[in-house]
């Protein structure tokens, strides 16, 4: 294990059980229709590279990548889109991909955001849920695993732009952000 990390919280066998079945569970609900799968930069690639393969009906993807203004100074969720889509959504099935839900601020910008461009529906998809942390409601689609209120990193989750490429999702060890700025 990374000296940087304190346990594995989710091994990679057990998060693609949960990508299997999300997956099963996507293709069965849009049985007969297309799907848009919108994956937020950079934390939703890996996962959405997984669960990409196990749909089943067709499918299309696309990124968009956003950033949060300054918490301090701003805390309204109010987010810069830094990379927008390729093309128009209208009649769209969009199923948002993200890797985490924390404070749902994004999440929520990101869905009135799209929901404005006249897709046919948006729903939303996300491997990890840290409800304890939560601001503003958000209603989850499809949910891979419910976590306590702790940093966690690997799968494409970072800190720092760390640690991304690490296959099991770990817990950051707090002596790592406690010599931030150092
Ligand atoms: P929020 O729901 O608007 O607070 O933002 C969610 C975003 O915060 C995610 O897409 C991640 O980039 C980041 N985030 C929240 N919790 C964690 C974590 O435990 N590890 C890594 N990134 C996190």
Redesign the pocket.
């Given at each position: 294990m990374h000296p940087d990390c304190e346990r594995i919280l989710l091994t990679e066998e057990k998060i693609r059980a949960k990508v299997t079945k999300l997956g099963r569970r996507i293709s069965s609900d849009y049985a007969g229709k297309e799907v848009l799968l919108i994956g937020?930069l950079k934390?939703a690639l890996i996962f959405l590279a997984d669960l990409v393969r196990e749909i089943t009906v067709p499918t299309k993807f696309d990124f968009m990548a956003v950033s949060?203004y300054g918490s301090s100074s701003k805390s309204s969720g109010e987010v810069r889109i830094l990379k927008d889509l390729e093309y128009g959504v209208e009649g769209c099935n969009i199923i948002i991909v993200?890797?985490?839900?924390?404070?749902?601020?994004?999440?929520n910008y990101l869905a009135e955001n799209l929901r404005s461009r006249n897709p046919a529906s948006v729903k939303i998809c996300t491997l990890l849920d840290?409800p304890s942390r939560r601001l503003e409601p958000v209603e989850i689609d499809y949910k891979g695993f419910v976590i306590r209120d702790e940093?966690?990193?690997g799968y494409g989750?970072?800190?720092s732009d760390r640690y991304r490429n690490f296959p099991d999702i770990m817990v950051l060890s707090p002596k790592v952000y406690m010599n931030e700025g150092e």
């Open positions: 937020i934390g949060s993200e890797d985490i839900i924390d404070t749902g601020l994004t999440l840290k940093f966690v990193v989750l970072d800190y």
